[in-house]
Nanobody, 123 residues
Framework: QVQLVESGGGLVQAGDSLRLSCAAS????????MGWFRQAPGKEREFVAG????????VYTNSVKGRFAITRDNSKNTVYLQMNSLKPEDTAVYYC????????????????WGQGTQVTVSS
Protein backbone atom coordinates (compact mmCIF):
# COMPACT_ATOMS: atom_id res chain seq x y z
CA GLN A 1 0.00 0.00 0.00
CA VAL A 2 1.34 3.40 -1.01
CA GLN A 3 1.27 6.32 1.39
CA LEU A 4 1.34 9.87 0.05
CA VAL A 5 2.24 13.05 1.91
CA GLU A 6 1.78 16.39 0.23
CA SER A 7 3.33 19.70 1.13
CA GLY A 8 4.01 23.13 -0.27
CA GLY A 9 0.63 24.81 -0.30
CA GLY A 10 0.02 28.28 1.01
CA LEU A 11 -1.38 31.75 0.49
CA VAL A 12 0.14 33.71 -2.37
CA GLN A 13 -0.71 36.65 -4.57
CA ALA A 14 -1.71 36.46 -8.20
CA GLY A 15 1.35 36.03 -10.38
CA ASP A 16 3.37 34.25 -7.71
CA SER A 17 4.72 30.71 -7.86
CA LEU A 18 4.45 27.66 -5.63
CA ARG A 19 5.88 24.18 -5.79
CA LEU A 20 3.86 21.32 -4.37
CA SER A 21 5.55 18.11 -3.32
CA CYS A 22 4.12 14.64 -2.94
CA ALA A 23 6.32 12.11 -1.19
CA ALA A 24 5.45 8.45 -1.66
CA SER A 25 6.35 5.42 0.40
CA UNK A 26 5.36 1.80 0.64
CA UNK A 27 6.05 0.66 -2.91
CA UNK A 28 8.91 0.95 -5.40
CA UNK A 29 8.54 4.51 -6.62
CA UNK A 30 9.66 3.85 -10.17
CA UNK A 31 6.58 1.67 -10.68
CA UNK A 32 4.17 4.41 -9.62
CA UNK A 33 2.41 6.73 -12.05
CA MET A 34 1.00 9.77 -10.30
CA GLY A 35 -1.21 12.72 -11.04
CA TRP A 36 -2.37 15.95 -9.48
CA PHE A 37 -5.97 16.97 -8.99
CA ARG A 38 -7.63 19.93 -7.33
CA GLN A 39 -10.97 20.67 -5.77
CA ALA A 40 -12.39 24.12 -5.18
CA PRO A 41 -15.28 24.73 -2.77
CA GLY A 42 -18.55 23.60 -4.26
CA LYS A 43 -16.88 22.06 -7.29
CA GLU A 44 -15.97 18.56 -8.36
CA ARG A 45 -12.44 17.30 -8.16
CA GLU A 46 -10.69 18.04 -11.43
CA PHE A 47 -7.60 16.74 -13.15
CA VAL A 48 -4.65 19.14 -13.23
CA ALA A 49 -1.55 17.27 -14.39
CA GLY A 50 -0.34 13.74 -14.89
CA UNK A 51 1.30 11.25 -17.20
CA UNK A 52 -0.13 9.60 -20.29
CA UNK A 53 1.50 6.17 -20.16
CA UNK A 54 0.44 5.32 -23.72
CA UNK A 55 2.32 8.29 -25.15
CA UNK A 56 4.97 8.62 -22.46
CA UNK A 57 4.22 12.29 -22.02
CA UNK A 58 3.07 14.66 -19.34
CA VAL A 59 -0.44 16.01 -19.73
CA TYR A 60 -2.25 19.03 -18.35
CA THR A 61 -5.69 20.45 -18.17
CA ASN A 62 -6.01 23.37 -20.58
CA SER A 63 -6.31 26.03 -17.91
CA VAL A 64 -2.82 25.33 -16.53
CA LYS A 65 -0.88 24.56 -19.72
CA GLY A 66 2.22 26.70 -19.94
CA ARG A 67 2.00 27.63 -16.25
CA PHE A 68 2.22 24.33 -14.36
CA ALA A 69 4.72 21.51 -14.68
CA ILE A 70 4.67 18.02 -13.19
CA THR A 71 8.01 16.40 -12.55
CA ARG A 72 9.37 13.56 -10.48
CA ASP A 73 12.57 12.78 -8.66
CA ASN A 74 12.90 9.02 -8.33
CA SER A 75 15.86 9.38 -5.98
CA LYS A 76 13.58 11.22 -3.53
CA ASN A 77 10.39 9.24 -4.18
CA THR A 78 8.70 12.53 -4.84
CA VAL A 79 6.48 14.08 -7.49
CA TYR A 80 6.30 17.84 -7.83
CA LEU A 81 3.84 20.32 -9.25
CA GLN A 82 5.52 23.59 -10.12
CA MET A 83 2.89 26.28 -10.40
CA ASN A 84 3.80 29.61 -11.97
CA SER A 85 1.77 32.72 -12.78
CA LEU A 86 -0.86 31.68 -10.30
CA LYS A 87 -4.37 33.05 -10.68
CA PRO A 88 -7.21 33.39 -8.17
CA GLU A 89 -9.07 30.67 -10.04
CA ASP A 90 -6.27 28.26 -9.14
CA THR A 91 -7.42 28.43 -5.53
CA ALA A 92 -8.28 24.91 -4.38
CA VAL A 93 -7.16 21.96 -2.33
CA TYR A 94 -4.59 20.10 -4.37
CA TYR A 95 -4.23 16.32 -4.19
CA CYS A 96 -1.70 13.91 -5.56
CA UNK A 97 -2.82 10.41 -6.39
CA UNK A 98 -1.54 7.08 -7.68
CA UNK A 99 -2.86 5.88 -11.02
CA UNK A 100 -4.34 2.38 -10.80
CA UNK A 101 -6.02 1.78 -14.15
CA UNK A 102 -7.82 3.72 -16.81
CA UNK A 103 -7.80 7.30 -18.03
CA UNK A 104 -5.23 9.60 -16.41
CA UNK A 105 -7.80 12.41 -16.23
CA UNK A 106 -10.48 10.54 -14.30
CA UNK A 107 -10.39 10.50 -10.49
CA UNK A 108 -11.81 6.97 -10.47
CA UNK A 109 -8.64 5.75 -12.20
CA UNK A 110 -6.62 6.56 -9.08
CA UNK A 111 -6.72 4.35 -6.01
CA UNK A 112 -4.54 6.15 -3.47
CA TRP A 113 -4.80 9.81 -2.53
CA GLY A 114 -2.85 12.22 -0.41
CA GLN A 115 -4.44 14.31 2.30
CA GLY A 116 -4.49 17.45 0.18
CA THR A 117 -2.78 20.80 0.51
CA GLN A 118 -4.53 24.14 0.32
CA VAL A 119 -3.49 26.68 -2.29
CA THR A 120 -5.03 30.12 -2.02
CA VAL A 121 -4.29 32.82 -4.58
CA SER A 122 -5.36 36.35 -3.75
CA SER A 123 -6.01 38.97 -6.40
Amino acid sequence: QVQLVESGGGLVQAGDSLRLSCAASGRPFVSIVMGWFRQAPGKEREFVAGFDKSRGTTVYTNSVKGRFAITRDNSKNTVYLQMNSLKPEDTAVYYCAVLFSGSYSEPRSYDTWGQGTQVTVSS
